[in-house]
């Protein structure tokens, strides 16, 4: 519930602001939400705005969503420990040190985010630590510093940014030849429900579709994640890491949290998936 709550408010409170931004833009430059100058910009502006004002945000809603406690100061040897493989991997892959938390579940899993390659943070189940070994372990850290170093948190912000805007886009523009269609011209240049309904349903149709096309770069990120952790530790620990996945609870990460761990939720389809599964990982390591 505390996850739900915090997703709604924080996402009422960006499309509040970014609402006040088009209007102001769209008042200076005289468009109309209807014109097609109107329609890209509030394409581009819902588009791109909400990923990428989530990404700069990615690291605070982590922390919040799960809970995570940063290691500022070791206070036993397993921080410790996370806290120095996370450094010599980072210096490995020629990244700033990203922060290391650790959040409680009962899944084995991790997860990494940020708004840059020197802005990060790796975080770490509980349940990872107490079910792996620290061959394992040290694998999924490497997993996940790889992630950081190949920038995947902003490329994927930016083939989201994309596929949203161009789903904004085309819906609108078929909503109002819709909406022409039905009721003439007379409404076009005011409110019509109409308009709105179709929007609406053009918009879930095509961002259904859009989601294949995202889930599709996220999965190949994955494998190139996988390929990343195998050059900093070896192919053989994060085979083994892979292997001990498949004994793994459910995952309970979301969003983009989710897309950036080792170990991913249920999907209806392997098309609509974040994660390749687990045997085409561990063969393509082989």
């Known amino acids: 519930m505390k996850r739900v709550v915090l997703f709604l408010i924080t996402n009422l409170a960006v499309m509040l602001v970014l609402g006040i931004v088009l209007s102001i833009v769209m008042s ?3 468009l109309h939400h209807r014109s097609m100058g109107g329609i890209l910009l509030i394409a581009a502006v819902f ?25 500022e100061q070791p206070r036993n040897e397993t921080e410790k420990w996370l806290v120095d493989t996370v450094a010599r991997q980072a210096e490995q892959a020629s990244i700033a040190m990203p922060e290391v938390a650790i959040y409680d579940s009962p899944e084995m899993n991790a997860f990494a985010t940020g708004p840059s390659k020197n802005n990060s943070l790796v975080a770490v189940s509980t349940g990872l630590l107490h079910n792996m070994t620290q061959d394992e372990a040290e694998a999924v850290l490497a997993h996940e510093v790889a992630h950081v170093a190949n920038g995947d948190m902003v490329t994927l912000t930016l083939i989201q940014g994309v596929v949203n805007t161009f789903v904004i886009a085309i819906s609108k523009v078929l909503a109002g030849i819709v909406d022409n269609f039905l009721n003439g011209d007379e409404e076009e240049s005011g409110f019509s429900w109409t308009y709105m309904i179709f929007d609406l349903i053009f918009q879930m149709v095509f961002g259904i579709l859009a989601s294949f096309i995202v889930a599709y770069f996220s999965r190949q990120r994955e494998f190139a994640a996988d390929k990343g952790a195998a050059d900093l530790v070896g192919a053989h620990k994060m085979r083994a890491a892979l292997e001990r996945l498949r004994a793994n609870h459910p995952s309970q990460l979301e969003g983009s949290m ?12 392997d098309l609509m998936a974040s994660h390749p599964p687990l045997e085409s990982r561990i063969a393509a390591l082989k």
């Open 28 to 30: 200076v430059f005289g």
């Open 258 to 269: 989710m897309a950036f761990g080792i170990a991913s939720g249920k999907s209806m389809s």
């Open 47 to 71: 588009g791109f705005g909400g990923s990428f004002i989530s990404l700069f945000m990615s690291k605070w809603m982590a922390k919040k969503s799960t809970g995570a406690y940063v290691i």
